[in-house]
């Protein structure tokens, strides 16, 4: 049974930092995309960013704020945000796919990733940012 467990969020002060960590059990992350979405009340589930080997897809609006990694031995997807803004307060899921691409197509004007192609996901861990 696969199962994905987040931790490390909280409140942060806009400008400030947080680390989100995903630790997998019951699957070899090697081979799978993983990925983190957030979502807010009232709105769609967002893909922020999401890494395979050898490659990282981000979200326009957190591209050069967040940093995607994962330790494949320790079955662990980090996502590091910087420069927190308000607007990034939501609960934060992971997710995982097997596949060696991260899943995504056109959607708003841009690429996005598409949550309905990942099969397991946590159970969501809320970050707050204040102004």
């Known amino acids: 049974q696969v199962q994905l467990v987040e931790s490390g969020g909280g409140l942060a002060q806009a400008g400030g930092s947080l680390r989100l960590s995903c630790t997998a059990s019951?699957?070899?992350?090697?081979?799978?995309?993983t990925a983190w979405f957030r979502q807010v009340p009232g709105r769609e589930r967002e893909g922020v960013s999401c890494a395979v080997d050898g490659g990282t897809y981000y979200l326009e609006d957190v591209r050069g704020r967040f940093t995607i990694s994962r330790d494949n031995a320790r079955s662990t997807v980090y996502l590091q945000m910087s420069s927190l803004k308000p607007q990034d307060t939501a609960v934060y899921y992971c997710?995982?796919?097997?596949?060696?691409?991260?899943?995504?197509?056109?959607?708003?004007?841009?690429?996005?990733?598409?949550?309905?192609?990942?099969?397991?996901w946590g159970q969501g861990t809320q970050v707050t940012v204040s102004s």
């Open positions: 997710a995982v796919v097997a596949a060696s691409f991260c899943p995504a197509g056109p959607a708003a004007g841009s690429v996005r990733l598409r949550a309905g192609e990942f099969d397991h």
């Open positions: 019951g699957l070899d992350l090697s081979g799978h995309a």
